[in-house]
């Protein structure tokens, strides 16, 4: 099995923390290693070497083969630019299609939080034997745990369960929910939290490719003489309209499947989740880095050392770098990306 | 009239801006200019350049001297340390009455707002006078326009108004009061702010020293001749009680007038006054520096190029330096403080 790690993503979300040449990705945002570390990290506990791919942005190739440890420099596949997901994908599959267009891949998000080795590792196995039996696209889903409103969710069928297998076929991929509909899904008993982990065999995959996304399937086709002939196929990249796997084929295709897994999952994908995650005081309140609340409770403080003072407040994020501070109540930190947005308006270069 | 400017407070109200090096009256706080030099370009307007004196702590002595137009070398008078407003103004009335003991001196505040010269140097001349003629302590009140809690207020007494010199004697000072308190003082129209202004002759204010404050006044007496003999009085001075004057004396003695004005005046006592003085756009937000504000009214942010994005909050003031921000709930500014004794405990020098 072959894993291609997703590491070309800009996370606004963590800005002023994140930045375009240091994204989430590459942030030691939960402990003493950056995300993409810890990720590859995990697959090299249960894959070989050779095996670990890093798929990212070409800017972040120099920075990622100088910064993260166990992958082979051959391993990191640069895009000329972010075309979102399913060519980010499809790229990676026709490099390993090289090896072996039988072989099985697996993808992986770079900035993710799983906790749970064993049942990470069990839920690879499991993944990989639906896929290879069933000659189908298959997707790791989440028990969850409460009606998150932060997670895109997976309905399967229960009535069409492939007992031998223990796997079901997906019904519906569901965007994150409004807070009434997560608590449906959770008392309907048929969603998964959607962990973003999927296996197939490339094979298989170039396939459903060629049925739901036809376009791009011709072009991958067209990168595929290029990179044979050592031919820059940046010409053809360009042209790629960006499109997301979920949209673009998961949510088209009736051959996949979901099995369910338990280890702990959170995609931090904003400030409020790393706070869920990480312990904290008993008023709540968590300070990484220098830091004091006086008169306040489930305050976040993030910094490298720029000392942050919160006073009289209960439920703000206060995240400071050396150029930079973000104050943000917690029930607003999707809108982080508008002060992005602020400084791409007034060309703030420096604080990008 | 001889002016003596106080300048030796450490205004840990204003941190993280203000340091023990670099206090408030040091600080740019409402515009290009520093506090104290706005109040010595205020004196010097009407008054010669000899007759402006400023007393401030000996470790200020140096950064004051070069940084202060305006003021002769010879008229910055250096507390060995501080010991609070009644011996600071003990020490400054020696030194001038080497030069006439009968004159008039002026205490002032470095760090208040003041605006409207014509009625500032008017009520200047008519405290003179009401000191001279009556021979008596002399405080200026300011006419308050609304019932104000982070004021002190005065309280004269309207029947035994001296018509010939528009004065009044002191009934009571009164400390900051609680709403409904500064409510009643606005209704019953005989409380005006104290703005913390005494004009008295220095012979007048030296005998009311003896009387109500004996031990300072014999301890100054001691220090006279130091002076004089040009030794050190330092061993004098660290015997010396800090006290402040209204405490030890102006709420003790009968011989005290007050006299009304209307000049704008706000002692910029914190972070909300700064916001209440400065202008602001339609939303209530005040950005001085670089900043914005995401769906919020009210807020106050100030740095000096460290981009500071508040997001989804209202009424929250954010400061930040190089090293350090401060967030604080406008409800709790006086709080500010409370940060400072967290740094004081934890011994960290390097941001006090």
């Known amino acids: 099995m072959y894993c291609v790690i997703m590491a070309g993503g800009s996370g606004t979300r963590f800005w002023p923390m994140s930045r375009q040449a240091q994204p989430k990705q590459l942030l030691k945002i939960i402990g003493d290693q950056t995300m993409l570390q810890i990720t590859v990290d995990r697959l090299s506990k249960c894959k070989k070497t050779e095996a670990v791919y890093i798929s990212t942005r070409k800017d972040l190739n120099t920075v990622i083969k100088k910064e993260i440890k166990g992958v082979l420099p051959k391993n990191i596949i640069a895009e000329p630019s972010g075309k979102n997901t399913a060519p980010c994908i499809g790229l990676s599959a026709l490099h390993i299609s090289k090896i072996d267009n039988e072989a099985v891949m697996g993808i992986f998000p770079a900035d993710h939080l799983i906790v749970g080795h064993r049942a990470f590792e069990k839920a690879l196995n499991h993944a990989s034997k639906v896929a290879v039996e069933r000659e189908a696209l298959v997707t790791i889903g989440i028990q969850p745990t409460f009606p998150s409103t932060a997670y895109g969710y997976i309905q399967y069928d229960p009535d069409k369960k492939v007992d031998k297998l223990d796997a079901y076929p997906v019904r519906t991929f569901a965007e994150k929910p409004h807070l009434n509909t997560a608590k449906r899904f959770i008392k309907s008993k048929d969603f998964l939290w959607n962990a973003g982990i999927f296996i197939w065999k490339i094979d298989v995959f170039l396939e459903e490719l060629g049925q739901h ?106 995240i400071s770098t050396e150029d930079a501070t973000l104050v943000v109540n917690k029930d607003n930190v999707e809108d982080v990306r508008k002060a992005v947005d602020f400084l791409i308006e007034k060309e703030r270069q420096d604080l990008l």
């Open 213 to 318: 996304m036809p376009e791009l399937s011709e072009q991958l086709q067209k990168i595929r003489k290029r990179i044979k002939s050592r031919k820059s196929f940046a010409d053809i990249w360009t042209e790629i309209v960006p499109e997301s796997i979920d949209y673009g084929l998961l949510e088209k295709t009736k051959n996949i499947y979901v099995i369910k897994s338990d280890f702990r999952w959170n995609d931090l994908g904003s400030w409020n989740a790393v706070y869920d995650v990480l312990p904290k005081r008993k008023d709540g309140n968590l300070v990484k880095g220098g830091g004091v609340v006086i008169d306040g409770n489930n305050n976040f403080i993030q910094n490298n050392d720029h000392f942050t003072a919160v006073v009289g407040l209960d439920n703000v994020v206060v």
